[in-house]
């Protein structure tokens, strides 16, 4: 009992958490410097899951992937003390509304939502990095059929339109390029056929999974290459976590700024309302002193 009390009190440490910032700053300038000389060992990162990276990659490559793995280690300490410190808070918040006073414990209380939405930030981007499945290359040309893997779906494009610059755009330099890639994709599940428009900056969502154009063809007005699309298509369950974190940080900050302004809430003790106790004057008392004087 007392080792756990003492490494309470150890995590709740204002200090530590200052630490491991620093350390976590230094630790990812240090491996910004090693990317640039390794680039492709890291490029890895964008086609598999965090899971699979460690054991093809980063394990058998300590002397370079050792930065990114610490950098793993001293986020999850900081999670570690922003839950400890999070809840800290949160219990003397509730003390403090239980005593009536709501505005001050509101103000204590914002800080901690904050804390929260920290935390969903982070295990969102571990959702995503660790649950998430991102498919590249998949070359889809009019009236050709594709099957998403572990879906259940089928993707047909049925439509394909490249539109062109033309001559004289006041677009220096822009003459007969492409302007726009635009498609109809039909998604085949058990459910029917559901028909989506997408283009270059249209992605389609559906049931969790988006598609996405990264290259298309042709490039310039008569071309001789057949048209098609090359999609990326993704499935990202974090992503809805750390919107909801967004949300949540942008609410806690929100509130936060309108509690720490109201004149009337008092951040320490003393009265609510912030008025001066009463009390006798020094000018008073001293103007009186003279007059006896």
């Known amino acids: 009992m007392n080792f756990i009390k003492t490494s309470w009190r150890f995590l709740t440490n204002?200090?530590?958490?200052?630490?491991?910032?620093?350390?976590?700053?230094?630790?990812?300038?240090?491996?910004?410097?090693?990317?640039?000389?390794?680039?492709?060992?890291?490029?890895?990162?964008?086609?598999?899951?965090?899971?699979?990276?460690?054991?093809?990659?980063?394990?058998?490559?300590?002397?370079?992937t050792w930065w990114f793995l610490g950098a793993l280690i001293l986020l999850f300490l900081l999670a570690l003390t922003t839950?400890?410190?999070?809840?800290?808070?949160?219990?003397?918040?509730?003390?403090t509304l239980r005593s009536g006073d709501v505005w001050r414990g509101l103000l204590k209380l914002s800080p901690s939502i904050i804390h929260l939405a920290f935390l969903l930030l982070l295990f969102g981007q571990l959702v995503s990095h660790t649950l998430?499945?991102?498919?590249?290359?998949n070359i889809l040309a009019p009236g050709v059929t594709i099957t998403v893997p572990g879906s259940g779906m089928k993707i047909t494009l049925k439509e394909l339109r490249v539109d062109f610059?033309?001559?004289?755009?006041?677009?220096?330099?822009?003459?007969?390029?492409?302007?726009?890639?635009?498609?109809?994709?039909?998604?085949?599940d058990a459910q029917g056929h559901h028909d989506r428009v997408i283009s270059i900056n249209r992605p389609v969502w559906y049931k969790g999974w988006s598609f996405f154009i990264e290259d298309f063809s042709p490039k310039s007005r008569?071309?001789?290459?057949?048209?098609?699309?090359?999609?990326?298509?993704?499935?990202?369950?974090?992503?809805?976590?750390?919107?909801?974190?967004?949300?949540?940080?942008?609410?806690?900050?929100?509130?936060?700024?309108?509690?720490?302004?109201?004149?009337?809430?008092?951040r320490g003790p003393g009265p609510v309302d912030g008025s001066i106790p009463a009390g006798p004057s020094p000018v008073s008392d001293k103007r009186h002193y003279i007059r006896q004087g």
């Open 14 to 64: 204002a200090t530590l958490s200052l630490w491991l910032i620093y350390a976590l700053f230094a630790d990812i300038l240090i491996g910004s410097i090693i990317m640039r000389y390794h680039p492709s060992l890291f490029h890895a990162l964008k086609d598999m899951t965090l899971q699979q990276w460690v054991v093809l990659y980063g394990a058998s490559n300590l002397r370079v």
């Open 83 to 95: 839950i400890v410190c999070g809840t800290d808070k949160l219990i003397a918040t509730i003390g």
């Open 132 to 137: 998430g499945i991102k498919l590249r290359g």
């Open 165 to 188: 610059f033309g001559e004289g755009t006041r677009f220096l330099g822009m003459d007969g390029s492409p302007r726009d890639c635009t498609g109809v994709l039909s998604i085949i």
């Open 222 to 266: 008569g071309g001789t290459r057949s048209p098609f699309i090359n999609m990326t298509i993704r499935k990202d369950p974090g992503i809805r976590v750390m919107m909801v974190g967004a949300i949540v940080f942008g609410l806690g900050l929100i509130m936060y700024l309108l509690l720490v302004t109201r004149p009337q809430i008092s």
